[in-house]
């Protein structure tokens, strides 16, 4: 039946409607929590400029860089990762591509015969590993799209107390980087211990001003070089957060376009089917009608009734029976 | 001239502007900081950093939690990463945050409950509310 058809469509076009909505609405949401993203990415540049600024100075000073995580271990015997995820997916490629990146880095330290420790943060890292049969050594979550400063440090002091106590030589940190909103990149990149060059560099410039310190640099930059690692890690969680929002906004935002095409493309063949299901009852009607006429006689009843009408004459009143006729019969 | 002051927790400034003085706590104790000061780097300890603008009768008052403070050509930046304004301090939570940080102290007597409580009581009296009796 012709009519069954055009239900359907109705049924599906209203359902693609529907997934549009939800589509349109969290493309809505991830717009405008980008620019939130951007702005607190901004707000935490100066307290890392400044932090870095503070220990170049000590290097400066001649603070002997004798820190644990300024100092690269002789034999590195297990590499840590760092993988920053979201807690939801919706976003595209943003969670693959940064598992990927960090499991192909993996899997080729492993091929150096190096061992591996996961520290995972998102539930989508968190999901992967588990399921790949990976040993996870520590995983945080439900933070991913607005991280805070508590966040990073929960994580940081993870890292470091592993690295600190030798069951991991080296770290490396797998994010997505935010460039703008048009691009993020993904990088797998060394968190401990940290690049020493900048600090180096400056102990072997000299003093640029003569500085007071309070206690001893040495002891300052013991300090200060954990502080420096959390805001590290916060600036990555900020970057990952940011990147987060534009993926699942460039998603949604091509799901809703898809919807759309859906849509038109649904409305054409349903209108078609309309169109179908209207013609087959006319033919049906007027073939109906017709086989009813061929058995009376040749007589088109249609017709009959309404225009051929025998008028008698101009008499008004004649026609005025005439329509009577017309009417009663 | 006066000092440039920059007062920065990890998300975000909290504080910026030109001020006559800055005293604050170091390790070593209380430091004050005027134009024309040496260049002074120093840990911060759990203490007031007391800020006073230019041009202005009133202080400006913050609650920090450990942090940096750097001084460079009359430039100073405290950088904390757990630091508050006396104006944005919830007074009842400071209370109720004391409160739970003496009874853990009494109840396990060690360093770490300690220091709650001396952040606590740093927090209200940034917030200039004179802290319990016979709390020291």
């Given at each position: 039946?012709?009519?069954?058809q055009?239900?359907?469509?109705r ?12 589509t ?8 405008s929590?980008i620019v939130?993203?951007q702005?607190?990415?901004a ?7 400044q ?11 001649g603070?002997a ?9 002789d ?12 807690d939801r ?5 943003y969670n ?7 499991e ?18 998102g539930?989508?890292?968190?999901n992967y ?10 995983q ?5 799209d607005?991280p805070?400063y508590?966040n ?9 107390q ?20 048009a691009t ?10 940290l ?9 072997s410039?000299g ?21 420096y ?13 940011a990147?987060?929002h534009?993926a699942?906004?460039r ?5 809703t376009d ?8 649904l ?10 299901s ?7 009607i ?8 061929a058995?009376k ?10 225009v ?14 005439s329509?009577?006729?017309?009417t009663t019969e | ?6 007062l ?17 706590r ?5 430091i004050?900081?005027?134009t024309?000061?040496?260049?002074f780097?120093?840990?911060l300890g759990v ?17 920090v ?9 009359n430039?100073?930046?405290v950088l ?9 301090i ?11 940080a ?8 060690d360093?770490d409950s ?16 004179t ?6």
């Amino acid at each position: 039946m012709a009519g069954g058809q055009e239900r359907i469509l109705r049924r599906r076009i209203k359902s693609v409607q529907s997934t549009k909505k939800i589509t349109k609405a969290m493309e809505l949401i991830a717009a405008s929590r980008i620019v939130k993203a951007q702005a607190r990415v901004a707000a935490a540049r100066p307290y890392s400029d400044q932090i870095t600024e503070v220990i170049r100075n000590l290097a400066a000073a001649g603070a002997a860089s004798s820190n644990p995580l300024l100092v690269p271990r002789d034999e590195v015997r297990t590499v840590g990762y760092v993988v920053v995820t979201a807690d939801r997916g919706l976003a595209g490629g943003y969670n693959s591509n940064v598992i990927r990146a960090a499991e192909r880095d993996l899997q080729a330290r492993r091929a150096e015969g190096k061992e591996y420790s996961l520290i995972l943060v998102g539930k989508k890292a968190a999901n992967y590993f588990r399921f790949r049969g990976y040993t996870i050594d520590a995983q945080f979550a439900g933070f991913s799209d607005a991280p805070t400063y508590e966040n990073a440090r929960e994580v940081a002091r993870e890292v470091m107390q592993r690295y600190r106590d030798g069951s991991i030589d080296h770290v490396e940190l797998a994010y997505t980087q935010f460039r703008s909103v048009a691009t993020q990149r993904v990088e797998v990149r060394r968190f401990l211990p940290l690049e020493a060059a900048a600090i180096t560099e400056a102990a072997s410039t000299g003093p640029q001003a003569d500085y007071e310190f309070e206690p001893a640099p040495g002891a300052i930059l013991d300090e200060i070089v954990p502080r420096y690692v959390e805001s590290r890690l916060f600036a990555a969680f900020l970057d990952a957060a940011a990147s987060e929002h534009a993926a699942r906004q460039r998603a949604m935002k091509s799901a809703t376009d898809n919807a759309d095409e859906l849509i038109k493309v649904l409305v054409r063949q349903m209108n078609r089917a309309r169109q179908d299901s209207i013609t087959t009852e006319i033919i049906e009607i007027a073939s109906g009608a017709e086989a009813l006429a061929a058995a009376k006689g040749g007589v088109d009843l249609l017709r009959d009734r309404l225009v051929d009408q025998d008028f008698l004459g101009t008499d008004p009143t004649n026609l005025y029976q005439s329509r009577r006729t017309a009417t009663t019969e | 001239m006066s000092l440039q002051v920059e007062l920065v927790s990890p998300e975000r400034i909290l504080w910026s502007g030109e001020a006559e003085i800055v005293i604050a706590r170091t390790a070593g104790g209380d430091i004050a900081f005027m134009t024309g000061h040496a260049p002074f780097v120093g840990i911060l300890g759990v203490g007031l950093v007391r800020i006073k603008p230019t041009g202005s009768s009133t202080e400006e008052v913050a609650a920090v939690h450990g942090g940096f403070i750097e001084v460079k050509d009359n430039r100073v930046t405290v950088l904390s990463d757990v630091a508050e304004l006396a104006s944005q301090i919830d007074v009842e939570r400071a209370r109720a945050a004391q409160r739970r940080a003496e009874e853990a102290r009494r109840a396990s007597g060690d360093v770490d409950s300690d220091a709650a409580v001396r952040r606590a009581q740093v927090r209200l009296e940034a917030a200039g509310v004179t802290t319990g009796a016979g709390t020291h």
